[in-house]
């Protein structure tokens, strides 16, 4: 029915997250619409962030410096490292201004279904981290999820020699609750009532 090049849009706006085949062919309908103001504009944005966004060395955060703009800010408090599961649960944290420590992204939670074991997050390097000392509190915010409180417990077990405070978020967050999808508010509540793991 479409060119190629239109069949290759729509194939590929469809593997975006929350796009089904009919918005992924709303999504390229409009772009090829919006040729000059919107399309060309975005073709470079995705080549310039493709080029220039790396993962974090430290902490796994994304961002076009390594380490990332957080890592090397030195306001941030060093003794304070805040784990998360995802980016974008980083972005949450960081919308609400929340805290104002450091993060360690784990790039995913455990889990025995997707076959997600230890090897394939990044585990060692938070165990390194901690066991470089000067830390003060590691608060597990993982999601409220069974795969993220699995997650949080293993990592509790991992550090235990360490002899660090963990934490982890209270209430506010639903059982099954991402931290992405919460507002601000109810995120900022589970942070301050954190509790010893
Ligand atoms: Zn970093």
Known sequence: MNGPEIERLIQLLGRLPGLGPR???RAALHLL???????QPLGTALADAARA??????CGNLDTIDPCSICSDHRRDAGLICVVEDVGDLWAMERGRIFSGRYHVLGGSLSALDG???EELNIGSLVMRVSAGGIREVIMATNATVD????AHYLAERLAEHDVP?????????VGGELD??????LATAFKARRAL
């Open 148 to 151: 993220g409180q699995t997650t």
């Open 181 to 186: 999808w919460l507002d601000d508010g109810t």
């Open 53 to 58: 966004v790396r993962a974090c060395s430290i």
């Open 166 to 174: 963990l934490t982890r978020l209270a209430h506010g967050v639903p």
């Open 23 to 25: 918005s992924a062919r």
């Open 33 to 39: 619409k919006k040729r000059e103001t919107l399309m």
């Open 116 to 118: 997600i074991g230890p």
